[in-house]
């Protein structure tokens, strides 16, 4: 938890991405940038229970062949990328935007091979709860 906690910290801190270097980011957009980059940092910890904590229940993830429906499934499918010490593949937002309700929210971003080289983009939309936490209701990446 310390761990994960300083590299939000060192994330939001000294972050040369285009997100919090724009002059007009906002406190919902810092939050989700927050969120996003926890997210990230539960792969790279592979911490699978504060992965889960991020899913929305009604979540839909697609996969590049499947739709992956509410929080069980996508658990179900997502568990084996934590199954090896190592994470297969690594992500990191550079835009966020938030709607002017403060409802929903869009992150994307790189996603990058073990070497570090990028293999992809994703895209995630998080919804605001009652509780002001961020969950994510859906992702899908793209090569």
């Known amino acids: 938890m310390k761990c994960a906690a300083l590299l939000i910290t060192a994330a939001i801190?000294?972050?040369s991405s285009p997100v919090l270097s724009q002059s007009q980011s906002s406190p919902l957009e810092r939050e989700v940038f927050a969120a996003e980059s926890s997210f990230a940092?539960?792969?790279a910890e592979r911490n699978f229970e504060a992965f889960g904590s991020y899913v929305s229940p009604e979540a839909i993830f697609f996969g590049d062949t499947t739709v992956m429906r509410g929080k069980t499934a996508v658990l179900r499918s997502w568990r084996r990328f934590f199954d090896k010490p190592d994470p297969p593949f690594s992500w990191k937002p550079d835009v966020i935007e938030?709607?002017?309700s403060g409802k929903l929210?869009?992150?994307?971003?790189p996603v990058?091979?073990?070497k570090g080289q990028q293999v992809g983009t994703f895209s995630s939309i998080?919804?605001?709860e009652s509780d002001n936490?961020?969950?994510?209701v859906f992702d899908k990446g793209c090569r």
Request: glycine share 8%; hydrophobic share 50%.
């Open 126 to 128: 998080w919804r605001r």
């Open 133 to 136: 936490s961020w969950k994510i």
């Open 98 to 100: 938030v709607l002017p």
């Open 112 to 114: 990058f091979d073990p």
């Open 41 to 43: 940092a539960s792969m």
């Open 105 to 109: 929210a869009l992150s994307s971003g």
């Open 13 to 15: 801190v000294g972050l």
